[in-house]
């Protein structure tokens, strides 16, 4: 499903454009249309399946018709800092071109923080992401006006209670008004989770994300390098592992062509299948390869779905899929039926946040291989460190030092 069809506002389809994200995933199609709606959602959604932008696209196109100023639109509690951090990178590149104004309050850091989010708190402020203990010292200290407050979400909801934190979710929830719309996400459901469904939600909406998960005899294999390392490692790693049918992954068109003149150069048999192509063309490669007569195929993610060739013992992901449940459908493409498989991932410095969201979705750290030393030294698998997040503003002329605290419609730098 393309963002088109929500009917966004202009600048909410801006920043989707600017993060490069093309189609809705799984979670995001079935939660954006009721919150538009007006209802509130319980959604079991893991890290990994887009579930931050499902609930904030939405949020933040209600509240830019209807924006009051001095309050607070949107109050989204979360239970780590890092994922408040992670979330307030989110809304910053997906707020790019808005005028909506948002904080994170979260603990752990100094006094000064603590003054300046004193001040946004006492100014109002469209978004606010919060974990429940430094959301409670600013309520206790009388300055925070909650009342025109329109959302209420609570993110990674199953974590927050295992963290204790139920207390404080509850004593937060009584400063709201009664009149508002609630979210609640939590990768797993149990029944403390359906009973704070129960006692916050109205006639809540359920939508359930269930994401598979790849066969356990798939032998993943990850390999964390410099991007123009990736074509000298995928023609060794396609001369050294021995298949019947390999399938390499790219997620543009553009790099598929790519990736195949390269190995059509290097002598491999190889065709390569896109949105380009028309049908009655892809049939003829696709049976091509199905009989063996082509055992090496490049493929866009028009490919990750559905195709039971159960000949296909080599998936190799040339780049990191859009989402998890993507990797998920692109590596199950080997080891059909009885057969084995292996499933080897290129990882390139920008991508390796990327990777460890699929990983934490796969519930898995997936081993990494070592890169023969003839390529040179490969960078340190270090994601966190690494972390890059929403819009790409830096390539749209756009201030990339702005400052994540925005006010009003006036004081914007664009
Ligand atoms: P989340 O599950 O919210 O942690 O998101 C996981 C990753 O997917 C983040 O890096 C998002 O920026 C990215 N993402 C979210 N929605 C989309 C989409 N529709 N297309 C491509 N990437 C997305």
Redesign the pocket.
């Known amino acids: 499903m393309r963002?088109t069809e929500f009917n966004f506002t202009p600048e909410v389809m801006e920043g989707?454009e600017a993060?490069?994200?093309?189609?809705?995933?799984p979670?995001?199609e079935q939660v954006i249309p009721p919150i538009m709606a007006g209802k509130d959602v319980i959604a079991s959604?893991?890290?990994?399946?887009?579930?931050?932008?499902?609930f904030l696209l939405p949020v933040m196109n209600r509240l830019l018709s209807n924006h009051v100023d001095g309050q607070v639109g949107a109050l989204i509690i979360v239970p780590t800092r890092e994922l408040a951090i992670?979330i307030s990178q989110?809304i910053e590149?997906l707020s790019y071109f808005t005028h909506l104004s948002s904080i994170a309050i979260y603990g752990g850091n100094d006094a000064q923080n603590f003054v300046a989010e004193k001040k946004a708190l006492q100014m109002g402020a469209d978004i606010i992401v919060c974990t429940p203990g430094r959301m409670i010292a600013h309520l206790n200290m009388g300055y925070v006006n909650m009342n025109g407050l329109q959302f209420l979400v609570l993110d990674e909801a199953d974590r927050m209670l295992d963290m204790g934190f139920q207390d404080d979710i509850n004593k937060i929830i009584k400063t709201l008004p009664a009149k508002r719309q609630n979210l609640l996400f939590s990768a797993t459901m149990p029944t403390k989770i359906r009973q704070l469904a129960r006692a916050i939600l109205h006639e809540p909406v359920e939508i359930n994300i269930a994401i598979s998960k790849p066969p356990e005899k798939i032998v993943q294999k990850a390999f964390i390098v410099y991007e123009p390392q990736k074509m000298p490692l995928l023609k060794k790693l396609l001369r050294e592992t021995p298949y019947k049918n390999a399938l390499v992954f790219c997620s543009r068109k553009q790099t598929v062509k790519e990736v195949r003149r390269e190995l059509v150069r290097a002598g491999f048999n190889i065709e390569e299948i896109h949105s380009d192509l028309e049908q009655a063309q892809r049939e003829s490669v696709l049976g091509a390869f199905a009989s063996g007569r082509i055992p090496l195929l490049v493929a866009t993610d028009i490919l990750s779905r559905g195709i039971d060739i159960d000949t296909i013992d080599l998936v190799v992901n040339y780049d990191i899929p859009?989402?998890?449940e993507d990797y998920v459908h692109r590596i199950g493409r080997t080891a059909r039926a009885e057969a084995d498989g292996v499933a080897y991932t290129l990882v390139s410095e920008k991508e390796q946040?990327?990777f460890h969201?699929i990983e934490q979705?796969l519930e898995k750290v997936v081993d990494k291989g070592a890169v023969p030393a003839e390529l040179g030294a490969v960078p340190e698998y270090n994601p966190r460190a690494r972390h890059h997040?929403?819009g790409n503003r830096d390539n749209r002329g756009g201030n990339p030092k702005k400052k994540f605290f925005k006010r009003g419609p006036g004081r914007t730098s664009r």
């Open positions: 963002f989707i993060s490069n994200y093309e189609n809705a995933t979670v995001q959604a893991q890290t990994g399946t887009g579930k931050t932008a499902a992670q989110h590149g859009g989402d998890g946040n990327k969201q979705l997040h929403g």
